[in-house]
């Protein structure tokens, strides 16, 4: 659906000026600067996110730190980005068949940014041993795999958690790819983009591989537990079959949006299925997300405990507990931008590639906010464990707490 019959049916009006694969770029940037931003700010409340993840720490005082270095490859990809869209606009002036012919400027574009993450330029980024680290951990996490704690367990599960927001991303990804090399002689990755290019099956399952590989993951957790010398220590695992269950509840919601898709008159049967399969998953991600990741109480019977904000907890290192409250309702509302689809005036806006682009935005953007709270909660439990359960009263007057002298 275009929203713009004053332009050529191929292309709808916001991708003549931002096409698919400079707003891949620009999620992809957006979110190298959004984890500096993290770092950045849970180094501030002294929370060591490196340490956490098993990343290599820096060798020497001299060195910048892992906020600074990400900060600079957000730079110099933010630089790359911005000039070639510049050239672009420069050569294409908004003329549709002049967008469809220089598709090649913005894919050159999205092989400078992958070489800029994967080539170890080391004034450009981060150390070679950390390059190193982090392509080693991205090889173990694309089949699902996960690390031994001590290996860095931790920052396996947030990057495969980070991957699920980036599903729909990753499907574009792949359109664009397909568009350019499969969509017929004059194929183009900057034309109207064909959700349905290489068929009605590999989108959908694109979609699918980063819930699949948190899946395995889960899984993976649970076999350690049963095994020895866990066992004892941890309980019998189910946790991580609740886990597990949860991002299984994924994979209704792209089948039957897929089905959807395929269907011209669409089917009244079909939509109910789709709209409880999503409403199942958004609800049983959003009470993992405050009870589980963020270990917070709203959920529990202790959630009016006198030793707490209510529906909180004890220790809050990030921030003042109404900063809590406002995270738990953005979670719940960002999850639930399925529901646009209720409505018939809404669901038309929806079909947009502008609202389209604004969803998946929407979708990072809660992803980020996510990664604040559950860092904060590993940190809070490895101090736990280092410190002794009955130390824990002491993270109530942890430096993160003491706000009046924030800046």
């Not at 707003?23 to 770092?39: E, K, Q, T």
């Not at 400078?112 to 330029?121: D, E, I, M, Q, W």
Request: hydrophobic share 45%; glycine share 8%.
């Amino acid at each position: 659906m275009d929203g713009d019959p004053a332009v050529e049916p191929q292309l709808d009006s916001f991708s003549l000026t931002f096409p698919l694969p400079y707003r891949i770029a620009f999620i992809v940037i957006l979110a190298v600067w959004g984890w500096g931003l993290n770092l950045h700010f849970l180094h501030r409340r002294r929370i060591d996110v490196p340490a956490l993840i098993r990343y290599p720490g820096r060798s020497s005082s001299s060195q910048i730190t892992h906020h600074q270095s990400t900060y600079r490859l957000a730079t110099f990809l933010s630089l790359a980005s911005g000039s070639s869209i510049l050239l672009f606009w420069a050569l294409t002036r908004g003329d549709p068949r002049r967008v469809i012919d220089y598709d090649w400027l913005p894919m050159i574009n999205l092989l400078v940014l992958a070489a800029l993450f994967l080539v170890p330029l080391r004034r450009l980024s981060v150390s070679h041993t950390g390059r190193s680290r982090l392509l080693w951990t991205l090889r173990r996490v694309s089949i699902g795999g996960l690390a031994e704690a001590k290996d860095g367990k931790f920052g396996d599960i947030l990057l495969a958690d980070v991957l699920t927001s980036y599903a729909k991303i990753l499907a574009d990804l792949f359109v664009c790819l397909c568009m350019s090399l499969f969509d017929g002689s004059d194929g183009s990755a900057t034309a109207r983009p064909d959700r349905g290019c290489g068929g009605a099956v590999l989108v959908p399952l694109i979609m699918a591989v980063p819930s699949v590989i948190r899946l395995r993951q889960c899984l993976i957790e649970f076999v350690r537990v049963r095994s020895v010398p866990y066992k004892e220590a941890t309980g019998w695992g189910g946790q991580h079959l609740a886990n597990a269950a949860k991002y299984s509840t994924a994979f209704p919601v792209i089948v039957l949006g897929a089905m959807l898709r395929g269907q011209k008159d669409g089917s009244p049967g079909l939509f109910r299925a789709w709209v409880a399969a999503c409403l199942l998953n958004s609800l049983y991600s959003f009470y993992w997300d405050v009870a589980k990741d963020w270990d917070l109480t709203l959920f529990s019977k202790d959630r009016a405990s006198p030793g707490h904000p209510f529906g909180l907890r004890r220790a809050l290192l990030v921030h003042k507990p109404a900063v809590y409250y406002a995270v738990i309702a953005l979670d719940l509302t960002l999850r639930c931008t399925w529901m646009i689809k209720l409505s018939s005036n809404m669901d038309r806006i929806g079909d947009f590639e502008s609202s389209i682009f604004l969803l998946q935005f929407l979708e990072v953007f809660r992803r980020w906010v996510w990664i604040f709270f559950r860092v904060e909660t590993e940190w809070i439990r490895n101090s736990a464990v280092n410190l002794g359960m009955d130390d824990m009263v002491l993270l109530g007057d942890y430096p993160g707490n003491k706000y009046e002298d924030d800046d």
